[in-house]
C-alpha cells in the first residue's frame, strides 16, 4: 500500500489546492469589486477635449443641481 511519508504528501498537496483555490476566488472577487468601483467613479468624467461644465456625481449625474436650485417639481409647474 502507500508509505506513511507519501500519505502525508498527498494529504499536504490536497491541503495546499484547497487554499490555493480558496486564494483565487477571494483575489478574483476582490479584483471584481476593486474594478466596479473604479469604473463607477469615473462615469461622471468628461475627455479632456471637451469644454468644461457642472461637476457631477457618480450614478446621481446633475440631478443634485436641479434639485438643489428651485425643485424639480416647482420647475415643471412653472413651465407648464
Same mark, same amino acid.
Given at each position: 500500500?502507500?508509505?506513511?511519508?507519501?500519505?502525508?504528501?498527498?494529504?499536504?498537496?490536497?491541503?495546499?489546492?484547497?487554499?490555493?483555490?480558496? #486564494? /483565487?476566488?477571494? /483575489? %478574483?472577487? =476582490?479584483? =471584481?469589486?476593486? /474594478?466596479?468601483?473604479?469604473?463607477?467613479?469615473?462615469? %461622471?468624467?468628461?475627455?479632456?477635449? /471637451?469644454?468644461?461644465?457642472?461637476?457631477?456625481?457618480?450614478?446621481?449625474?446633475?440631478?443634485?443641481?436641479?434639485?438643489?436650485?428651485? %425643485? =424639480?417639481?416647482?420647475?415643471?409647474? #412653472?413651465? %407648464?
Amino acid at each position: 500500500m502507500y508509505s506513511s511519508s507519501s500519505r502525508k504528501q498527498n494529504e499536504r498537496r490536497q491541503r495546499l489546492a484547497s487554499v490555493t483555490m480558496k #486564494d /483565487y476566488a477571494v /483575489y %478574483g472577487l =476582490l479584483g =471584481l469589486f476593486l /474594478y466596479a468601483v473604479f469604473r463607477i467613479m469615473r462615469v %461622471g468624467r468628461r475627455p479632456a477635449n /471637451y469644454p468644461p461644465g457642472p461637476p457631477t456625481l457618480p450614478i446621481l449625474g446633475n440631478i443634485h443641481q436641479v434639485l438643489g436650485a428651485a %425643485g =424639480l417639481l416647482s420647475t415643471g409647474a #412653472d413651465l %407648464g
